[in-house]
């Protein structure tokens, strides 16, 4: 375990969250443009323009941050499960006759 890991992964979650809200407002900036105002014209282009703006500091965060969830994903599955099952002992052969039943 890398101790940079819980932080990388708190920027990660944050630029996430941040994300997501300027899809909502970027979505309702689009959804109250006039109807006339389509991709292609000036008035949604600068739209589109600013909401892509304000991400990209969040998506400069995943591209800096992002492999530390491949890092711990590889981590994980290298690491020893305490759920695991743990091999059963198998009993070595009795060489005594002292178990053996006659009928």
């Known amino acids: ?27 309702e900036t689009l959804n109250n443009l006039p109807a006339h105002a389509r991709p292609g014209t000036r008035a949604f282009d600068d739209a589109l323009a600013e909401h892509h703006a304000e991400c990209w500091s969040h998506l400069d965060d995943w591209a ?25 002992a198998t009993a070595a052969p009795s060489t005594s006759l002292a178990g053996t039943v006659r009928r």
């Open 1 to 27: 375990m890398q101790s940079r890991w819980v932080w990388q992964l708190g920027i990660l979650h944050d630029a996430l969250d941040r994300l997501d809200a300027l899809h909502e407002k970027s979505r």
């Open 64 to 88: 800096t941050h992002g492999q530390a969830i491949v890092e711990t994903n590889a981590a994980a599955r290298h690491a020893p499960s305490p759920l695991a099952l743990r091999p059963a």
